[in-house]
């Protein structure tokens, strides 16, 4: 015979973790109940805030995988994201998600927009999501400053 069947677990810890395992479930149900009735606005409006550069882009991706930005505008090809662009990759996989969370054509356009306030976003017009894309640092930011600059086949490695 084992000591377990002389001594049966204390019921005071079994109480505790039941009780840890309650309010728990209790807390996440009631945080769930909150955002259910109070929804994400789906971008911060800015009074005074108003675009002084806008570009709508278009991004494809081949079979192999390489990425292509085109202007959607006037459908010339700025360039094509290299080992150095990992940023805008991650940012068009949060963006494809939004749209296929709401069951929505995941390729169409993206609009980069530079506003007069220093702010520069990437908004998607269907999902209404806008990425604020200085919030990741200088760095990050400057490799969407330059599709939003680019000529033609200039713009990317």
Not at 13 to 21: F, H, S, T
Request: proline fraction near 5%; avoid cysteine; charge should be negative.
């Amino acid at each position: 015979m084992s000591s377990i069947d002389e001594k049966p677990f204390p019921k005071g810890a079994l109480i505790g973790a039941g009780a840890l395992i309650g309010l728990t479930l209790t807390g996440v149900g009631a945080a769930q109940l909150h955002k259910a009735a109070n929804p994400p606005v789906p971008h911060a409006t800015y009074v005074d805030a108003a675009p002084l550069k806008q570009r709508q882009l278009r991004f494809s991706t081949s079979l192999v995988g390489d990425v292509t930005v085109y202007d959607a505008a006037s459908g010339e090809r700025i360039g094509a994201l290299g080992e150095k662009d990992g940023f805008i990759e991650a940012v068009l996989r949060g963006l494809t998600f939004e749209r296929r969370k709401h069951g929505l054509p995941e390729s169409t356009v993206y609009t980069l927009v530079r506003w007069n306030d220093g702010r520069l976003s990437l908004e998607d017009q269907l999902t209404e999501v806008r990425v604020n894309l200085g919030a990741f640092g200088p760095d990050n930011r400057l490799v969407f400053e330059r599709l939003l600059e680019a000529s033609a086949g200039e713009a990317t490695s």
